[in-house]
Nanobody, 122 residues
Framework: QVQLVESGGGLVQAGGSLRLSCAAS????????VGWFRRAPGKEREFVAT????????SYTDSVKGRFTISRDNVKNTVYLQMNSLKPEDTAVYYC???????????????WGQGTQVTVSS
């Protein structure tokens, strides 16, 4: 079992930055891949970024490449999403998820956090 809690969301102006954290509890987190997903109002949940358990492989959706950075600290059982140059279209609820396998699809993850709201004003 893995429990996930996101934090770090908020309201920021376009061009600003936020760092989201995904704090995990449970004995298997260090063996889990972690992904970030988001759901904007009126839209389906979409993949944002993912990182393998060792941190050796990372993937981003095209719209955030060069602006967002995913990283993890397995000692602190935390995964981060550094978001720079934020745009209004980044406004969404952001979720972290953990699973055995590395995937860009939400079906590849077994555990989900409750989400944190990110709002980017123009």
């Amino acid at each position: 079992q893995v429990q996930l809690v996101e934090s770090g969301g908020g309201l920021v102006q376009a061009g600003g930055s936020l760092r989201l954290s995904c704090a995990a509890s449970g004995p298997t987190f260090s063996r889990s891949a972690v992904g970030w997903f988001r759901r904007a109002p009126g839209k389906e949940r979409e993949f944002v970024a993912t990182i393998t358990r060792s941190g050796s492989t990372i993937s981003y959706t095209d719209s955030v490449k060069g602006r967002f950075t995913i990283s993890r600290d397995n000692v602190k059982n935390t995964v981060y999403l550094q978001m720079n140059s934020l745009k209004p279209e980044d406004t969404a609820v952001y979720y972290c998820a953990a699973g055995v396998g590395w995937s860009i699809y939400s079906s590849g993850y077994d555990y989900w956090g409750q989400g944190t709201q990110v709002t980017v004003s123009s």
